[in-house]
T-cell receptor, first 112, second 112 residues
């Protein structure tokens, strides 16, 4: 089966610009998560979708971050406007109910 | 919410020695504890997991132990090999459609 795919793999933008990250989960996985790893730190939870609904968005840093999951399929994470502290690797993961997470390769975001 | 602490942050061992990574969690309702390995530049991948109805699980050179009373769990790698070098993350979840909370990661270096 195809794994979780994310793109772009890398993005370099200037402070104040907008970036949209995309995640295609494994087909049939109701759970979709967004995580962020800042250099040397934990994989920090951002948001959890169950199908098209936001189950938990307690980890979203602020209202500059907007996540959507249209029709319960792929998901996008938009950062607008980007700030320097938004730099990091953004991981998407998907899973069946109560099952292990399958991670994508991540998007490395650099805000200059 | 759940808080997962992980120690040590870095660990160097000689090839053939054992490595132990320890984690504690705060939410007594957590019942699923996966461990992920992230090699440099790659996605985190599940290596072993344990549910709260068992105290120990083993898979070849890897074992995980769980102490529900003390709310801590550990990863044990025996006969370490250079390819075990990576960052290891512990995590905890209440299962079902609940989010997965990660520890801060342990960078393991196996010295040939």
């Amino acid at each position: 089966e195809a794994g979780v795919t994310q793109f772009p793999s890398h993005s370099v933008i200037e402070k104040g610009q907008t970036v949209t990250l995309r995640c295609d989960p494994i087909s049939g996985h109701d759970n979709l998560y967004w995580y962020r790893r800042v250099m040397g730190k934990e994989i920090k939870f951002l948001l959890h979708f169950v199908k098209e609904s936001k189950q938990d968005e307690s980890g979203m840093p602020n209202n500059r971050f907007l996540a959507e999951r249209t029709g319960g399929t792929y998901s996008t994470l938009k950062v607008q406007p980007a700030e320097l502290e938004d730099s990091g690797v953004y991981f998407c993961a998907s899973s069946l109910q109560g099952a292990p997470l399958h991670f994508g390769n991540g998007t490395r975001l650099t805000v200059t | 919410g759940e808080n997962v602490e992980q120690h040590p942050s870095t660990l160097s061992v000689q090839e053939g020695d054992s490595a132990v990574i320890k984690c504690t969690y705060s939410d007594s309702a957590s019942n699923y504890f996966p461990w992920y390995k992230q090699e440099l530049g790659k996605r985190p991948q599940l290596i072993i997991d344990i549910r709260s109805n068992v105290g120990e699980k083993k898979d070849q050179r890897i074992a995980v132990t769980l102490n529900k009373t003390a709310k801590h769990f550990s990863l044990h790698i025996t006969e370490t090999q250079p390819e075990d070098s990576a960052v290891y993350f512990c995590a905890a979840s209440k299962g079902g459609y609940q989010k997965v909370t990660f520890g801060t990661g342990t960078k393991l270096q196996v010295i040939p």
